[in-house]
């Protein structure tokens, strides 16, 4: 698990534009997805430097949350839902 905000916003961000992507619910490419997930998720108010607490979240729930995205169902995602896995991060 990443030890900042900006890691762990980074991680999500690439997970959830490469499902969206696939599911074919936005026009940007990659980066561009990622980059603007980034920003409202900590870019915004400054906190991507911010450390995290480690062990509040071990590796396998993170890395369970990050996979998760990969067979997410592109209605959900849609919807703006967040898979079960991720609720504790």
Same mark, same amino acid.
């Given at each position: 698990m990443p030890d900042t905000r $900006?890691?762990?916003?980074?991680?999500?961000?690439e997970a959830i534009c490469d499902r969206a992507i696939a599911c074919h619910l936005v026009e940007?490419?990659?980066?561009?997805?990622?980059?603007?997930?980034?920003?409202?998720?900590? $870019?915004?108010?400054?906190?991507? $430097?911010?450390?995290?607490?480690? $062990?509040?979240?071990?590796?396998?729930?993170?890395?369970d949350c990050l996979t998760a995205y990969e067979s997410f169902a592109c209605?959900?995602?849609?919807?703006?839902?967040t898979p079960l896995e991720c609720l504790g991060l």
């Open positions: $900006g890691g762990v916003c980074l991680d999500l961000g940007n490419d990659f980066t561009t997805c990622v980059n603007q997930l980034q920003q409202v998720c900590c $870019g915004d108010d400054g906190t991507c $430097g911010v450390r995290v607490s480690q $062990g509040s979240v071990s590796d396998s729930e993170y890395d209605a959900d995602l849609e919807k703006g839902n």
